[in-house]
């Protein structure tokens, strides 16, 4: 028989407390329009009917509506930032600063550059390395923003590709994740094509599976190094959102649930990820106690075999 090491079974016991894995969802992050108001909620993306905090929304102009949000680090530090747009004839760049009973926005400063044109109704925003702001928009436009000043541009035109089976539709991109986007008149997930001119090509994955309007959002969450894409989607001739997982290889988008009680949402954003720390259960608490107490009297069981 082997002799029993209790100093191997305590390295054993802790490496698999540690090594246990976490499930962790993420935060999300969105816009509801409630009674002609936007309002600021929060949910977890395994239980989108819960709702965790709704605050309103202060200090925007009179006319204007914010059309888009992400997190963004320009400072090294993540802020969330948003995309607004009615009150005049610009697409404003704002810090929306919250805390548990209220959320208020900040217009960025000016700079020697202008704003960006307010160049369609709706939009999706994502963050672009980490420090500034991409937008497409239901007219056929992208745009990129400052995050350190309200300014920007519309960079140019999108078309479907040359080989793209949807060559010669007009996108109507309304929803953005880094390079995936949501176009609602065809009910597809696509990709713009980095690089690839002016008009930016755009490329079909495949369809959602669904028929929806254009209120909505996207974003993703990275899990186990990879980026798990969701999405409040609102089905055509409904009121309100639901929370969909997109799949990058098919384009179908499937349901997670409405986002809690029957709220519409049109701007949407993941919480940055936090470090991990695994959280082992209580059963390999209890063995690694009881470890540890063997570990400090060993005269005990000095005659311990298995």
Known sequence: MKRFSLATLGVALI?????????QAAKIYGIAEV???????????????????????????PGETIRGIDF?????????????????????????????TTAGVLKLPGSAAPPADAAG????????VGYSLRSVDDFGHWSGYSTS???????????YAQSDPNRGQLPRLVHLFNDFAVDTALDILATLIPGSGNPLQVSTIGSLGGDFDDPGAMDAATEFNTDVIYAALLLAGQTHSNFYILSQQTGAATL??????????????????????????TAILHLTASVGYLLYHPGRFRNARI
Do not use: C, H, K
Request: without cysteine; negative net charge.
């Open 72 to 100: 963004a680090a320009p400072f090294g530090q993540w802020n969330l930032y948003a995309i607004g747009a009615g009150s005049d004839e610009f697409a404003n760049v704002y810090f929306l600063g919250f805390n548990s």
């Open 149 to 159: 000043s309200n300014s920007g541009a519309v960079s140019g035109g999108l078309e």
């Open 15 to 23: 490496g698999v407390a540690t090594a246990a894995p976490a499930v």
């Open 121 to 128: 109704e709706t939009y999706g925003v994502t963050s672009s």
């Open 35 to 61: 009674a002609g108001a936007q309002r600021l909620v929060t949910w977890d993306s395994a239980n989108p009917g819960t709702i965790l905090s709704d605050v309103p929304i202060t200090n925007l102009p």
């Open 256 to 281: 997670i649930g409405p986002v809690g009680n029957g709220l519409l949402i049109t701007a949407m954003a993941v919480e940055p990820p936090r470090p991990r720390v695994p959280q082992p259960t």
